[in-house]
């Protein structure tokens, strides 16, 4: 008798990829926690090897879609949905590789704010993930993608404050332009998050 082939579960995928967004948002704060310049290099190739594992994940994913006969949601939904974790990912990777061609030295403490923010917004969205599979009875899902929008208008107000602090406190042109370019890439982890939340709201919308 022919085994039946394992049903693949994309949804449980979904989560597998969010878990490395949110290794990758420790490794940066616990980089921002115990800030060393001279681990920034280490610390890359460290969130790199997540990052890397994420892509290779997400390949998996999209090869299997690509043989399978029924999927749960619209295929271009799952292939926009991994992508768009994905690039949470590759968002918080990018945070320390401005700070290492910058040769930042020394850190600003709204960086760690916005780092524990970062935490926060993977930690909900990898809630709105878990939840997903449910999405046609489930009364506390629209309250989880809520939740990710909240963390990234505290990101956004944080951002607002801290850049115009910045400018009001500085007149170094090369602090200016190197704190700018960080903080600009720590908010886009917080609107990479609300975007993938915003995602899954409109899929779980096209399909109710």
């Not at 990052?51 to 043989?67: I, M, N, P, S, V």
């Not at 917004?121 to 929008?149: D, H, M, W």
Request: proline share 2%; hydrophobic share 40%.
């Amino acid at each position: 008798m022919m085994r039946r082939k394992k049903h693949y579960n994309y949804f449980e995928k979904f989560v597998e990829l969010v878990q490395y967004s949110c290794k990758c948002a420790e490794i940066l704060n616990e980089t921002m926690v115990n800030f060393t310049p001279v681990t920034l290099a280490q610390k890359i190739e460290e969130i790199h090897k997540i990052e890397h594992a994420g892509d290779l994940a997400k390949h998996e994913l999209t090869a299997r879609l690509a043989t399978e006969f029924i999927a749960p949601i619209e295929r271009e939904d799952i292939v926009t949905l991994s992508q768009q974790i994905d690039d949470i990912t590759d968002a918080i990777e990018d945070v320390l590789i401005k700070m290492h061609i910058f040769n930042v030295s020394s850190l600003k403490p709204e960086a760690l704010e916005f780092t524990e923010l970062i935490i926060n917004a993977c930690q909900a969205l990898k809630g709105v993930l878990e939840e997903f599979p449910n999405y046609r009875k489930s009364t506390i899902l629209n309250r989880k993608i809520v939740e990710v929008n909240n963390q990234e208008e505290i990101g956004d107000k944080l951002y607002y404050n801290t850049v115009r602090n910045l400018y009001v406190h500085s007149k170094d042109p090369v602090e200016l332009l190197v704190w700018t370019e960080i903080f600009d890439a720590l908010e886009k982890c917080c609107d990479a998050c609300e975007l993938t939340a915003d995602t899954v709201e409109s899929i779980v919308m096209k399909n109710s």
